[in-house]
C-alpha cells in the first residue's frame, strides 16, 4: 500500500466579522476577530444563540457575513465561489446530517464524484477513510444510514467531511446527539485522528468538559460573538476572565485543574514510617520525635501494609504480626492529584500512600500538599527559563 499524506492544516483568520440577520436589530455575530492557528483544535463554548452555527456558517459561507473579511491561508476567501470554497472545508454537523437513501459509501463520495474523480480513485478513497474512521469497508461500504448507531453514523459523517482531505475541518455540536460512552470514544478517536491530520478544526460544543478534553484552545463566547476569554485550557482553569467564564467552569474547575497534575510533580510529604518486626517503642519514639499520631507499616519490600495509630501501638505493643488492610488504598506517582484526593476523601486519614516501582513506599500526599499544589497553579504564570 501507498504511503498517504493529507493536507495540513491552514490558519483561518476572522476580521471584524459581523452578521445580522434581516430584521434583527442586535447583530448576531458583532465584530468578531479571532485566528484560528494551523493545525490546531479551537474549541468555541458559549450559550445557546451567542452566535456560534452563525460564525461557522460564515467560514464555509453557508451565510454570507454582512461586513468583515475571512483569511484562510494568506488567502482573502470572502469573495470566493461558495462551492469551490466548501471543497476546502469539511463541514460536520449533530446528527451527522447523512443522506438516508444514498449507501454509507455513496455519502462518503459525495465531494470526491463533485471533483470528478474517476471511479477507482473514489472507491480507494471510501475504503481508505472508512479504514480511517474505525469501520471495516468490506462490511459497511453499502450499508444505509439507518443500518447504522448513532457513533457509527457520526463517524460517517466525519469521513466524508475528511473525503476531499481539506485543510479546514468545522465541526458544530458534531457529538450532542450520541450516548456519553459513545461520545467519549469518538473524542478519543477525533484526538487520534488529529495527530495523524494535523488539520486546523474549529469545533463547537456547549460542554465544557469536551472543550477541555478536545481544545488546544479555548474561545468562549457570549452573545453576539463576543470573545470573552481565549486561551488554553489550563489558563482558562487557572485563571477564568471574568464572573461569566467562571460559570462556565463551574464548581468543579479546581478538580479539573488537579485531573491535570500528577504525584510526581508534587513534594511528597514524609510519614512516619515502621517496618513488620521493628521495635514498637522506637517506631513510636521516631513518629513522636516529627510529630504523627500514625505509622505507615511496610513489608520487607518496602510495600505498605496498614497505619498504625501511636494509641494501637502502644495497646498492642507488637509489630511482628502485622496483616495487611485490603482496604488500604495508594496512588502511584503517575497518578493525578485528582485521584489523590478522591483517595483521601474516602479514607479517614485526609492522607494517601504513594507507591512507586514494585509497590514500594514512596512518601504520601496530604489534603494540604494539594491544597497548596492547587494555589501555586493559580498563582499568576511566571516567565519560563528556556
Ligand atoms: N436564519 C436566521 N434568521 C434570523 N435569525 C437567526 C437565524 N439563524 C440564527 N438566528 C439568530 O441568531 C442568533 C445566533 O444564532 P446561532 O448562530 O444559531 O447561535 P448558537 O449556534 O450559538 O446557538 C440567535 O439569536 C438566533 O435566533
Ligand atoms: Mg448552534
Avoid at 86 to 100: D, S
Avoid at 234 to 246: C, D, G, T
Wanted: charge should be negative; aromatic fraction near 4%; include cysteine.
Amino acid at each position: 500500500m501507498s504511503e498517504h499524506s493529507s493536507t495540513a492544516g491552514e490558519r483561518i483568520l476572522l476580521e471584524n466579522i459581523t452578521k445580522k440577520y434581516p430584521g434583527q436589530s442586535a447583530a448576531a455575530v458583532d465584530d468578531i476577530t479571532i485566528e484560528f492557528p494551523a493545525g490546531e483544535i479551537v474549541m468555541l463554548v458559549g450559550p445557546s444563540g451567542c452566535g456560534k452555527t452563525t460564525t461557522m456558517k460564515m467560514i464555509n459561507r453557508l451565510i454570507e457575513p454582512t461586513s468583515g473579511r475571512i483569511l484562510i491561508g494568506d488567502e482573502d476567501v470572502t469573495d470566493t465561489n461558495p462551492d469551490e470554497l466548501r471543497r476546502r472545508i469539511g463541514y460536520v454537523i449533530q446528527g451527522a446530517g447523512l443522506f438516508p437513501h444514498f449507501t454509507v459509501g455513496d455519502n462518503i463520495a459525495l465531494v470526491p464524484r463533485m471533483l470528478k474523480w474517476d471511479k477507482q480513485r473514489v472507491s480507494d478513497r471510501v475504503d481508505e477513510l472508512l479504514d480511517l474512521v474505525g469501520l471495516e469497508p468490506g462490511e459497511y461500504r453499502d450499508r444505509y444510514p439507518r443500518e447504522l448507531s448513532g457513533g457509527q453514523q457520526q463517524r460517517i459523517g466525519v469521513a466524508r467531511a475528511l473525503a476531499a482531505d481539506p485543510p479546514v475541518l468545522l465541526m458544530d455540536e458534531p457529538f450532542g446527539a450520541v450516548d456519553p460512552i459513545t461520545r467519549q470514544r469518538l473524542q478519543d478517536e477525533l484526538l487520534r485522528l488529529q495527530e495523524e491530520l494535523q488539520k486546523t478544526i474549529v469545533f463547537v460544543t456547549h460542554d465544557f468538559d469536551e472543550a477541555l478534553k478536545l481544545g488546544d484552545r479555548i474561545a468562549i463566547l457570549e452573545t453576539g460573538s463576543q470573545i470573552v476569554q481565549y486561551d488554553t485550557p489550563e489558563q482558562i482553569l487557572a485563571h477564568p476572565a471574568n464572573e461569566f467564564v467562571e460559570g462556565f467552569v463551574g464548581a468543579g474547575a479546581a478538580l479539573k485543574q488537579l485531573s491535570l497534575t500528577r504525584v510526581r510533580e508534587i513534594d511528597l510529604h514524609e510519614a512516619a514510617v515502621a517496618h513488620v518486626g521493628d521495635d514498637p517503642d522506637e517506631a513510636i519514639a521516631a513518629a513522636e520525635a516529627i510529630d504523627r499520631e500514625h505509622v505507615i507499616v511496610l513489608d520487607r519490600f518496602d510495600r505498605p501494609q496498614r497505619w498504625m495509630s501511636l494509641r494501637e501501638l502502644r495497646r498492642d505493643g507488637s509489630l511482628t504480626n502485622v496483616r495487611r488492610d485490603l482496604n488500604l488504598e495508594t496512588v502511584s506517582l503517575a497518578s493525578t492529584l485528582n485521584d489523590a484526593l478522591d483517595e483521601m476523601l474516602t479514607s479517614s486519614h485526609g492522607v494517601v500512600v504513594v507507591t512507586g516501582r514494585r509497590n514500594s513506599y514512596q512518601g504520601v500526599v496530604r489534603v494540604e500538599t494539594v491544597m497548596g499544589a492547587m494555589q501555586q497553579l493559580q498563582q499568576p504564570p511566571t516567565e519560563a527559563a528556556t
